[in-house]
Nanobody
Framework: QVQLVESGGGLVQAGGSLRLSCVAS????????MGWYRQAPGKQRELVAR???????NYADAVKGRFTISRDNAKNTVSLQMNSLKPEDTAVYYC???????????????WGQGTQVTVSS
């Protein structure tokens, strides 16, 4: 069994910063892509940023230059540093990881429970 647990959400004023962290635990052989998604009320879940095991990253246009994703492969963690936050960044943020639980099998997607980020104007 695999679990993803997020931490670091909260309430911040516009222009402020938050750092989200996610740790994967359980029956993990290796982790491919890790990422962060978000879902605002009444909207679909959308990709914020993702990072491969080799460190390649990509970001949603809305967060480029403001958010930075990083990971520690040895600790199975992924983090999202969010700077210059805007009210439109308000959403529930979800950690996602494509995880191999056994060698020679496909990777499966796992999700965290979500953490609320609220940016006040």
């Amino acid at each position: 069994q695999v679990q993803l647990v997020e931490s670091g959400g909260g309430l911040v004023q516009a222009g402020g910063s938050l750092r989200l962290s996610c740790v994967a635990s359980g029956s993990i052989f290796s982790i491919n892509v890790m990422g962060w998604y978000r879902q605002a009320p009444g909207k679909q879940r959308e990709l914020v940023a993702r990072i491969t095991s080799g460190g390649s990253t990509n970001y949603a246009d809305a967060v480029k230059g403001r958010f930075t994703i990083s990971r520690d492969n040895a600790k199975n963690t992924v983090s999202l540093q969010m700077n210059s936050l805007k009210p439109e960044d308000t959403a529930v943020y979800y950690c996602n990881a494509a995880i191999y639980t056994k060698p020679g099998t496909r990777a499966y997607d796992y999700w965290g429970q979500g953490t609320q980020v609220t940016v006040s104007s």
